[in-house]
């Protein structure tokens, strides 16, 4: 589910006022309501007892002793070892209860992609970077920074980035932003001065990156995808002289970018004197195989490769990094010096602790498990519930193409039934120009923040619906 533990403990915290004695009872009374209420929703994951209680300021043995009564109670369920969540029972008796972190009323599981699970953020291990960082931090390093990023966090990151994503990753050449989204909009700048008017994004593809180029003033061309990456003709012909793609996991078909297409592209790039950008959005999550290295390894100069803690801490620390070809890294650290002076330094040397610490790496062993798990569960339910649906671009990544046949449709039905019974879905239509090329529902299913029971659950209502047209 998404982040539930800051939800908990705020919800909780009055409880915590209560006088001594009084304090475990008020405690399991603000959980129970909160779950009764439906602000803690069915499938949500709840924090771990010594998490919880450290947020709290309450003794631990308070916050087993709530969890066990209410897993009593049978509103809340515990798997051994694997932690504890909201019940069924729960959700029985407040039916329609939606997700609180979903954003739509009556929603009840929420499969569109994009979010990680946000309960999964390590918040005693980035307590303790912080805790090292302000105790050893000189007080000189809290003036202005060096636009680029702290040298620390350079270098962690650089020796990171080699290592699990295969690019070329000198510090000197690495800037440290606020996630893809600043590293795409400081890079639409520049390309901008250097004469570009036009810049190519995949179709299907992500709208943020049309967004965001067109926020500098960039217009986007489209430009078509087959099953092994960008089409070269079409590419060809568009005439542009940059172009952002998801060579790793493509955003959202889930494809791979075949070895030929990726060497294509930058055929392309050296023979028009262009630019490749490279968002590796959720590179860091392969289930089956190794990972496919970055497209930046094979050509530095060429490719401007840009990525964040987006999907493997969380979002909200809005922390990302970029690798520039040298011809453009002057302008783009100058533009990054103007735009905010730089990143915000606590949170770099936090990073760059957490880091260098192997707290990155265990959290993305960590997630990726969870996430595995949660991708068999929904292949499992999607082969119960709708048989006959075919599932591609499950290698990697945080979400997958779920084709479900035509025989479960007709299309328009199934999805207005599927928003009947709860369930927010998102169409391969919605992120392309390409119209349905049969009556098969393509849906672009985001797993990693719903828990196996979750998607189960919210699986088993889109196949319920079909009996209800
Ligand atoms: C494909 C893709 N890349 C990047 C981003 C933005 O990522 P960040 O949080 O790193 O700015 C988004 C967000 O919507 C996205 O969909």
């Known amino acids: ?96 209860v939606r997700d609180p972190a979903a954003g739509a009323p009556g929603v009840r599981v929420d499969f569109r992609p994009g979010t990680p699970d946000l309960s999964l953020f390590p918040r005693s291990a980035w307590a303790a970077a912080q805790r090292s960082v302000l105790a050893r931090l000189p007080h000189r390093a809290l ?173 909200g620390l809005r922390l990302g990094w970029m690798l520039v070809p040298e011809a453009l890294l002057d302008e783009t650290v100058e533009r990054k010096r103007t735009m905010d002076l730089g990143n915000p330094v606590l949170d770099q040397a936090v990073l760059a602790e957490f880091v260098t610490r192997g707290a990155y790496d265990r959290q993305l062993r960590r997630c990726q498990r969870a996430y595995r798990e949660r991708r068999d569960a929904l292949l499992a339910a999607l082969a119960e519930h709708l048989p006959g649906t075919r599932v591609s671009g499950i290698a990697a990544g945080l979400h997958v193409i779920a084709r479900v046949p035509a025989r479960f449709g007709p299309r328009e039905r199934f999805l207005a039934r599927a928003a009947e019974a709860g369930v927010a879905l998102r169409t391969l239509e919605e992120y392309g120009t390409a119209g349905p090329a049969d009556e098969d529902v393509r849906l672009v299913i985001g797993y990693a923040h719903l828990t196996p029971s979750a998607i189960d659950t919210g699986i088993g209502l889109v196949a319920e619906g079909r009996g209800r047209g």
């Open 1 to 96: 589910m998404r982040s539930q533990g800051q939800a908990a403990w705020e919800l909780l915290l009055p409880a915590v006022g209560a006088p001594a004695r009084r304090r475990g009872r008020a405690l399991q009374e603000a959980l129970r309501e909160a779950v009764r209420s439906g602000r803690l929703a069915a499938g949500t994951r709840l924090p771990s007892t010594r998490a919880l209680a450290a947020d709290l300021g309450v003794s631990r043995g308070l916050v087993t002793e709530a969890y066990e009564q209410l897993t009593a109670e049978g509103y809340l369920r515990s798997d051994r070892g694997a932690g504890t969540w909201v019940g069924g029972a729960a959700r029985a008796a407040v039916p329609g």
């Open 143 to 315: 003036g202005y920074p060096d636009p680029r990023g702290l040298p620390e966090l350079r270098g962690a990151l650089a020796a990171l980035l080699a290592r699990r994503r295969g690019v070329v990753a000198d510090p000197e050449r690495l800037v440290v932003c606020s996630g893809v989204a600043q590293a795409s909009t400081l890079l639409g700048f520049v390309l901008g001065a250097r004469g570009l008017r036009r810049v190519g994004i995949e179709d299907p593809g992500s709208p943020e990156h049309g967004r965001l180029f067109a926020s500098t003033g960039l217009e986007t061309v489209r430009l078509p995808l087959d099953e092994e990456g960008l089409r070269p003709g079409p590419l060809a012909d568009s005439g542009v002289r940059a172009v952002v793609v998801t060579p790793s996991h493509q955003f959202p078909s889930g494809i791979s970018w075949s070895a030929e297409r990726r060497a294509a592209l930058l055929d392309w790039a050296r023979a028009v004197d262009g630019y490749v950008l490279e968002d590796d959005y959720d590179g860091d999550f392969r289930y089956d195989r190794a990972p496919v290295g970055a497209l930046q390894g094979l050509d530095p100069e060429r490719v401007a490769y840009t990525g964040s803690v987006s999907k493997s801490l969380a979002p």
